[in-house]
């Protein structure tokens, strides 16, 4: 049974381009929510997608969207790059019944130069 | 805005010893709280988890204690082993959303 699954594992781009973060869930989940990992930090919550829709939304500007697939992927998309959106973007799935039990992809690396 | 504190920053135990991660909150609208350990490489695993209406949870080696009154939760690793290194981040969970807020995370190192 895979695990959440991420591509790409590592990205480099230069300020101002777009990029696109790809995350497949768990077998059986059907929420996904997005973190942003920076370096010697906790992840922050960017959003939560569920039936196709954001459902909740952290302190992320709009450069920030997302997309979630009737087979339950999702995509991280971000505009304009800033150097300060360099960091370890992790996906994470469940299940809408044990909201607790949350588990983690092992992330893409985004380098922004 | 740092909802969630954690300290320390990193830890450095003996084989057999026990490792202490302490965590405090500001706000009272949290619901559950649970540890996880990050591999270097890999995202965070669920490691233990707590609710606020019980004091104690203990699975394995794991424990947390946590203090409502005094917004504080801990974990404690019993007999800490070297293959416990890692990254310990504890979190915190709004009411009524799935949003979990992290903390700084605690580096664990532990010496054969």
């Known amino acids: 049974d895979a695990g959440v699954t991420q591509s790409p594992t590592h990205l480099i781009k230069t300020r101002g381009q777009q990029v696109t973060l790809r995350c497949s869930p768990k077998?059986?989940?059907?929420?996904v929510s997005w973190y942003q990992q920076a370096l010697g930090q906790g992840p922050q919550f960017i959003f939560q997608y569920y039936e196709e829709e954001e459902r909740q939304r952290g302190n992320f500007p709009d450069r920030f969207s997302g997309h979630q697939y009737p087979n339950y992927s999702s995509e991280l998309n971000v505009n304009a790059l800033l150097l300060g959106d360099s960091a370890l973007y992790l996906c994470a799935s469940s299940f809408q019944g044990p909201r607790e039990k949350l588990f983690f992809g092992s992330g893409t690396q985004l380098s922004v130069l | 805005q740092q909802q969630v504190k954690q300290s320390p920053q990193s830890l450095i135990v003996q084989k057999g010893g026990i490792s202490i991660i302490n965590c405090a909150y500001e706000?009272?609208?949290?619901?559950?709280f649970p540890w996880y350990q990050q591999f270097p490489g890999k995202g965070p695993a669920l490691l233990i988890a707590?609710?606020?209406?019980?004091s104690e949870k203990k699975e394995g080696r794991f424990t947390i204690s946590f203090n409502k009154s005094a917004k504080q939760f801990s974990l404690h690793i019993m007999d800490s082993q070297p293959g416990d290194s890692a990254t310990y981040f504890c979190a915190a969970r709004k009411y009524n959303t799935d949003k979990l807020i992290f903390g700084t995370g605690t580096r664990l190192q532990v010496f054969p």
């Open positions: 706000n009272t609208a949290f619901d559950y």
């Open positions: 707590i609710r606020p209406d019980v």
């Open positions: 077998s059986g989940h059907d929420t």
